[in-house]
Structure formats: C-alpha cells, structure tokens
T-cell receptor, first 115, second 113 residues
Framework: ETGVTQTPRHLVMGMTNKKSLKCEQH?????MYWYKQSAKKPLELMFVYSLEERVENNSVPSRFSPECPNSSHLFLHLHTLQPEDSALYLC??????????????FGSGTRLTVV | DQQVKQNSPSLSVQEGRISILNCDYT??????FLWYKKYPAEGPTFLISISSIKDKNEDGRFTVFLNKSAKHLSLHIVPSQPGDSAVYFC????????????FGGGTRLMVKP
C-alpha cells in the first residue's frame, strides 16, 4: 500500500463505548497529525507528532487520546464521546525539513457518528 | 478567531470559464500558503503552494496569486472542467510554527458542463 491509510472508514459508537481510530503512512514521513472536520467548519488541528514526540494541543478534550508508537502509525483512542464529536477525522503525514513541512498527505478519513 | 478565511462557501462556474477562489488571512507571520482539493469521501489532496517571497505560482491550469499587503490569496483555474468540482481549502503556515497548517473553511466549486 502507498500513501496514508485510515481505518475504519466509518464508525458508529455509543457515548459509553471505547474505540480507536488507526492511521498508517507508507511515505517515510516523520510527522503525523490528527485533524477534525465538522460540518461547515474549518479543518481543526487536534494533535501533531513530530519525530514521534507529541506537540500538545490543550484545546482538545481528554476524551480524545492520541498514540504514536512509531513514525508510521498513529492512533486516536476515543472514550465517553459526545454527539457533538461526530465528524470526519482526518489523519495526515508530512516530511519535516528544518522548521517547515511542505504540505501534508491526507488519508481518506474516518466518518465518526456518536449516538 | 479564524486566521484563515474563505468567505465564499460555494461557487458555480460554467465549463471552460475561469474559476477564482479567494482566501484571506489575518496572521502576518504566515509565510507559506497552500491549496488543497477535496472530493466527497476522500481526504484533501495537495494542489499548489506559494511562498511569501513570491506573488504568483503557476502549475498547468492552476495559478495561485498572493497579495501580502492585502493578506489575500486567490486560486485561478483556467479553463474550468467538470472534474474540478470539489471543495477547495486554503491553508497557511507560520514561520517558526513547525509543521502546523491553519486551514480555511473551504469553498465548494461546481463546474457545470
């Protein structure tokens, strides 16, 4: 496989469930990201991992927990979500050169519905 | 407060004509700008970018213009094709902000045959 792969493509979960989203990149990139796309809102950055170290994003509720075990894999662990967390969750990767990444490669996203 | 804004949520253009998508930003520290294209059920794909040291970058049918004094950039597609119908996102990167891109809300382009 090439590019950035996200699984599952669709997920429906109850508010008391625990689930995880998975992202895998086959591009040799050294940075990975989670973005949230809600209806009629800009893409919102949730988490950044650069060289497997996490850049904190204090505005993300603790019910979202990222994990980056290596430079090719990124997870987003979900627990006790709310209906307003329903959105498209996008993973992306990039190659950081110095202080800048010249564009991301996105996965196809996971469409999450919280019921 | 949105630092990158795309004020037109949608745009409809006839095939063969020019499409112009606009983007405004407020952060004067942004020094690199990108456009992404997104089809339904797919992730955004990189289209074209421009550094703040330039005012124009062209790639085939796609041209991005940057007006730093107005904090405005635009994407021109000439000629527009039905396959260009998608949501277009403008994004910006700030000097010394590492890897983070700030995205606009997107503009849905519809190219009519």
């Amino acid at each position: 496989e090439t590019g950035v792969t996200q699984t599952p493509r669709h997920l429906v979960m109850g508010m008391t469930n625990k689930k995880s989203l998975k992202c895998e990149q086959h591009l040799g990139h050294n940075a990975m990201y989670w973005y949230k796309q809600s209806a009629k809102k800009p893409l919102e950055l949730m988490f950044v991992y650069s060289l497997e170290e996490r850049v904190e994003n204090n505005s993300v509720p603790s019910r979202f927990s990222p994990e980056c075990p290596n430079s090719s894999h990124l997870f987003l662990h979900l627990h006790t979500l709310q209906p307003e967390d329903s959105a498209l969750y996008l993973c992306a990767s990039s190659q950081e050169q110095g202080r800048k990444a010249y564009g991301y490669t996105f996965g196809s996203g996971t469409r999450l519905t919280v019921v | 407060d949105q630092q990158v804004k795309q004020n037109s949520p949608s745009l409809s253009v006839q095939e063969g004509r020019i499409s112009i998508l606009n983007c405004d930003y407020t952060n004067s520290m942004f020094d690199y700008f990108l456009w992404y294209k997104k089809y339904p059920a797919e992730g955004p794909t990189f289209l074209i970018s421009i550094s703040s040291i330039k005012d124009k970058n062209e790639d085939g049918r796609f041209t991005v213009f940057l007006n730093k004094s107005a904090k405005h950039l635009s994407l021109h597609i000439v000629p527009s094709q039905p396959g260009d119908s998608a949501v277009y996102f403008c994004a910006a990167s700030e000097y010394n902000a590492g890897n983070m891109l700030t995205f606009g809300g997107g503009t849905r382009l519809m190219v009519k045959p």
